[in-house]
């Protein structure tokens, strides 16, 4: 008994460390916006956008902007012409 106790608890050990491991694989090819772009992007330039929540992954809340030359850029939730470009693009799926 002894031996079968040793023998699964090895198992749950290793089944654990397998778990935490690809937990660690995920997150660290997983982006994250660190900072916030200084320079205000037009509406006409971006094609869609992607909302980050500040969680284990990311330290920081940020919309990411996806722009017609295939580049994603960070930008502050908060301000007003990020909300607008946000309102902008939520409409153009509306109409679609």
């Known amino acids: 008994t002894c031996g079968s106790k040793s023998l699964l608890l090895s198992a749950l050990m290793s089944l654990l460390l397998l778990h935490l491991c690809s937990k660690l ?3 660290s090819n997983f982006d994250c ?16 956008f992607t909302q980050q929540l500040a969680n284990e992954a990311c330290d920081i809340n940020a919309i990411i902007l996806h ?3 295939n ?11 990020v909300k607008r470009v ?6 153009r799926v509306k109409k679609m």
Do not use: M, Q
């Not at 994603?72 to 908060?78: E, N, R």
């Open 86 to 91: 946000v309102h902008i693009l939520s409409n």
């Open 33 to 48: 916006c660190l900072r916030y772009t200084e320079c205000r992007i037009h509406p006409r330039f971006i094609v869609g």
């Open 25 to 27: 694989e995920a997150a």
């Open 71 to 81: 580049l994603s850029v960070c930008a502050d939730p908060k301000k007003e012409w």
């Open 67 to 69: 722009t017609k030359k």
